[in-house]
């Protein structure tokens, strides 16, 4: 139940989120030449620190929006050099033709919180306004129309009781509101269930990543695909070589497969004897983890609802093809702001735009990609090659997009007990200490389980103990009791994705959450 606010402030527009999406719409409107309030909140402590990426980007987009983006660069970016693709086994790796969309000849190798540092920079240079720490935690609707939001109250008790300290949360009201919260946002979710935008649900994978300093050649990229997985699960591991002997490590589950657990996957990947020998000779720097959406072309929604739109990954704009969301991020905000008319605040152009588009067009070659990856590994990918390299993603067929499968409470199967060496290998304890997650103890609880009962299905192996990449649900090994610690909980949005029936994610108080490390370019 929220505190009654005890402000009001009114913009033209309003976005929630400040990664690429936000950024870029908010940039792009202050382009404009008319003189319009814009503003941007964005619920972690500083810009950048609660978005992931492995940093490929496609320039072609942030040439249009920013064209001096290079130069703001504390350093100039490293463009990709070379392009491998791996079929993995635990022991040997074999090389792979590269699937046309993992081509990266003209890409850069980018931190995409510096990225965002820089558009955030550019923006308020121009008069936007940015409040970071600041979580969007209602909507206000009136007349079935989003009229704004209402900030997250600070200083409420555990039992969403005021203190002495409480500070009412705000109503920040808008001619229009852009949701560009990225993958699985709370109220993105919410108006795609209450406006009915959506007929095909969507799909969803995790990615974990690791930032380490250790020997690297500068413009290298690696994607691989098998070990550790087997081939009726989906996903693939990531190697970015960085300048500065620095690299960027990942891996990418798809959550429907049972008992995903993306984080134990890195973990195995780390100890290839193709990829050991480098990260012994360095050390681990930083830990994220974010969902992404890969329902692509079938699942996106209608992207503007009464009073809004939705923007990037908040929409599902990752191209599943190329692995890559970044410049559909920086698109999808750059045509919102160029179709928003102060006149017909629907946006009924922006959702065409989107779709007619280049946008539009990669995610529809890219159709049929999930689908064919859900048949298992070894379908999806020479599916991929026929209708890649064929058909060039226009196959005179689409194939229908399921609905991801139900959730299956079946027992995990039994591994040996993980070891961690500390120095390769990490388990997520020390892994969520790298994140420097912080989260104030004693207010009321951003994660909710519906039912209480529920809490019985986890001990029966409910996925969401392992998917979970920052340990928040676990067993007591000795009293068997269920724990939930919120407060390790890096914002990744998975379990909620993955059980929304049961599992409910809403912002903590601003400013709180994990604060990712980046490469450092
Ligand atoms: C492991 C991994 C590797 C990837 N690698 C690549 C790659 O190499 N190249 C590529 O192009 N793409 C890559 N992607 C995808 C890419 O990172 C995303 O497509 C892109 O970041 C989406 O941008 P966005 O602005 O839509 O969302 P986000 O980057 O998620 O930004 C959303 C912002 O909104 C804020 N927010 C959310 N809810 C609220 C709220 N209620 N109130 C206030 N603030 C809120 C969040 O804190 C966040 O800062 C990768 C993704 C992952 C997870
Ligand atoms: S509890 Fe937090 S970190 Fe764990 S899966 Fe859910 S959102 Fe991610």
Redesign the pocket.
Known sequence: MPIASDSTLRFDVLI?????????AALRLAQRPEKLDICV????PN????????????PQTLDQLHPNWKNALKHPPQAVTSDEFWWMTPQKQCRLPVPPGLKNTG?Y?VS?SQL?QILAAEATAQGVTILTG????TLHTQDNRVQG?Q?GAMGLDMQGQPTQNTTPGTDIMAHTTW?????G????QEVIQRFQLSTVPQHY?????EIWTAPSQPGKVIHTVGWPLSSSAYGGG?I?HYPNDQL?I???SGLENPHSDPHQCLQDFKTHPAIAPQLRAGKRMGY?????NEGGWQALPQLNFPGGAL?????G???LA?????????Q??MLAADHYDPNHPEMHNYDQAVRKGSIGQALLRARNLKPALNKGLYFGLAYGCIDQYLFKGKAPWTYPLHPPKTLELTAPPRHPKHSYDGTLTFNKSSSVYETQVFHREDQPPHLKIHTPDHTQTLHKGHPVMALCPAEVYTIDPTTQAFHLSAGNCI??KACTLKDPQQITW??PE?GQ?PQFKDIDT
């Open positions: 929630v989120g400040a990664g690429l999406a936000g950024l870029s909140l964005e619920k972690a810009i950048g620190a609660h978005t992931v990426s492995g940093g490929i980007l496609n890409n190798l995409i965002c600041i979580a969007a935690q939001v900030t949701l560009a919260e990225g993958c946002g709370h109220l993105s994978a995790l990615g974990v990543r990531f970015y960027a990942g891996w990418v994220a983890a974010r969902a992404l923007l990037g990954c908040a929409a704009m990752l191209d190329s692995m890559k969301g970044m410049h559909h991020a920086i999808s905000g914002h990744c809403v912002p601003g959450g």
